[in-house]
């Protein structure tokens, strides 16, 4: 796990990001704030995590996406009395006891707790076990630019909020929001062999998603559901059935 954190510090700071993320940053007062945010048109450019640290708000993004997500935040900074900086800060994350000052994942209980200090790492907690039991997807292998956070389950994992107003992509997630069901999204899928991350998922020959993270004979799918309810999928030499 390797993270940038950045502190956002400045009187507007709060209203800064309140503007432009899928989650109500007022909720900060109750604890840490899972949130990403989008294009215009609905699409993923980054999911992180915001916490309150002393005056300043601190954002945990994967390292990947740091610089890219620094410059994108600045751009749309302009005037507002907002300074955007990298943040000496480490995160420490794990799923035994709690230590003092951290806070707990607001994705899923079983995602155990994240600490800002001056120490990173983790515990040893098999991550990728917990992410596919609760269908839970990370960025870089289930999370990339053609995500719609809704087909990711941002609405369960408590990374969206549809009453906090407007913020940018709200138009189209909303949309999403308002269908009577989505068509396509992850899923967690049950898996025999093994197939590469990120292999084509086919039934009856024909395309029906992508599978990605595996571990103890399940994945995290990503699926095109009224074809991958047909019937067993293959992936390699992995054979994939989807249960609704």
Request: net charge negative.
């Amino acid at each position: 796990m390797t993270r940038t954190i950045l502190e956002i510090t400045g009187s507007e700071a709060e209203s800064f990001l309140q503007g432009l993320v899928t989650n109500d940053v007022s909720k900060l007062e109750k604890g840490l704030v899972y949130a990403a945010l989008l294009t215009p048109q609905g699409k993923y450019l980054a999911d992180f995590f915001l916490a309150r640290h002393c005056d300043a708000i601190l954002l945990d993004v994967d390292a990947s996406l740091g610089p890219s997500l620094m410059q994108r935040l600045s751009m749309y900074k302009l005037r507002a009395d907002v300074t955007i900086t990298e943040s000496p800060l480490q995160v420490r994350r794990g799923t035994g006891p709690t230590p003092d000052g951290a806070l707990a994942d607001p994705r899923h209980p079983d995602m155990g707790w994240r600490l800002y200090g001056a120490e990173g790492g983790d515990d040893g907690t098999d991550w990728d076990s917990l992410r596919v039991a609760h269908c839970i997807p990370e960025t870089g292998i289930e999370l990339g630019p053609d995500t719609f956070i809704l087909e990711a389950g941002f609405d369960r994992l408590n990374g969206v909020d549809f009453r906090k107003g407007c913020y940018v992509g709200q138009e189209v997630t909303a949309r999403m929001r308002h269908k009577t069901e989505l068509r396509k999204g992850l899923a967690t899928v049950k898996v025999e062999g093994e197939a590469p991350v990120g292999t084509e998922l086919t039934v009856e020959g024909k395309p029906a998603g992508t599978l990605w993270t595996q571990s103890g004979g399940q994945g995290i799918a990503y699926l095109r559901f009224d074809r991958a309810a047909k019937g067993p999928m293959q992936a390699a030499g992995a054979t994939v059935t989807y249960t609704q």
